[in-house]
């Protein structure tokens, strides 16, 4: 039974408008490009690896989490997936890396290899589960549950991978997990079905995703350099202007009613969390307040205030609140 599936990440589209938005020129713009695309990497291997596990069908009753965040004592820590059986609890870290992998021992450590044979070392992922494992365990005694809680690392590329000798744990390929979990035993009871469904549950109920945002406070990068302006949503340009009720592009002629949403969406993504009337009628480069406060209205925002005090907050989606709700 999979309780959480993995979806894509506020940062992953924190960045996309970021870059988007970002000045020319900007020295961050590279790096920001750089980010993007370790961590559309990184969640395309993960999506391997759920793609994988959607074969593990055992007779016994489970639940599988994926991307979970929990807090313990004001630490938070992320699980890639999370498997609950009525023996164990197995943390999944997965790795996406495409180089040869090296793994030394005595002292462990992790090495990729390059097609050019230069060797660069990376963090060690056993000591990340076994921080993970240590919190978990924590976790589940504050809620008077006992159960064993294992680790296993999984690479999502058929990369080549040379081990020195045998780590404290395992170490695969995603597309071997499935084989893997179907060979450990299941023999004593401690979580019954009742029990384990509770538990995902109550896991879904603590999940808290990261907010990265404003993403011009988390990457140090001035809202001056965040070009404002509704973008066309045919040909991608910035030059849509409000008339006659309705949306135009001055470049390729497509008119619209609702591109005004995108903005917004937007500017508090990277700017702010709040938005006034005025602040909309800078970023969508339109001057009349009346029609800046029709559109916000029509909007996904909630005015907090009045007169001088008034501000708009941005409305998380319905399916959102749903997860928050459960």
């Known amino acids: 039974m999979i309780v959480k599936r993995r979806e894509r990440t506020k940062e992953m589209d924190g960045l996309i408008a970021l870059e988007r938005r970002l000045r020319r020129g900007n020295e961050n713009k590279q790096g920001i490009k750089e980010k993007l695309y370790k961590l559309e990497a990184g969640y395309s291997g993960e999506c391997q690896y759920d793609k994988y596990l959607t074969e593990f069908k055992p007779r016994y009753p489970h639940a599988i989490l994926h991307d979970v965040t929990l807090n313990y004592d004001g630490i938070y820590f992320q699980m890639d997936s999370i498997l609950i059986t009525p023996s164990f609890i197995m943390i999944s870290e997965v790795k996406n890396l495409a180089e040869k992998i090296i793994v030394k021992t005595k002292p462990l450590q992790f090495i990729k290899e390059y097609t050019t044979g230069q060797r660069k070392p990376f963090r060690n992922p056993i000591t990340e589960v076994e ?126 009613v609702d591109e005004h949403k995108a903005a917004i969406e937007d500017w508090y993504t990277l700017i702010k969390c709040t938005m006034t009337n005025r602040e909309f009628r800078y970023f969508t480069q339109h001057e009349c307040r009346h029609v800046a406060k029709y559109l916000l209205g029509k909007a996904s925002t909630k005015l907090i205030g009045q007169g001088r005090n008034a501000h708009y907050e941005f409305l998380m989606d319905r399916q959102q609140q749903i997860n928050n709700e459960v």
């Not at 990369?159 to 179907?182: C, G, K, W």
């Not at 109550?202 to 973008?231: C, D, S, T, W």
Request: aromatic share 10%; proline share 6%; with cysteine.
């Open 131 to 256: 921080r993970k494992i240590y919190l978990l365990e924590n976790w589940l005694h504050e809620r008077n549950i006992q159960v064993p809680v294992r680790g296993l690392v999984a690479f999502a590329y058929n990369n080549e991978m040379q081990i020195e000798e045998s780590p404290s744990m395992d170490i695969m390929f995603t597309y071997d997990v499935v084989a893997h979990l179907r060979s450990l035993p299941v023999h004593q009871d401690i979580l019954s079905r009742h029990e384990i469904r509770s538990l995902a549950y109550e896991m879904l109920r603590k999940h808290r995703e990261f907010n990265p945002f404003p993403m011009v406070q988390r990457y140090n990068i001035h809202p001056a350099e965040i070009m404002p302006g509704v973008i066309c949503t045919k040909c991608g340009n910035f030059k849509m202007k409000w008339e006659t009720r309705k949306w135009c592009c001055s470049s390729c002629g497509h008119k619209g």
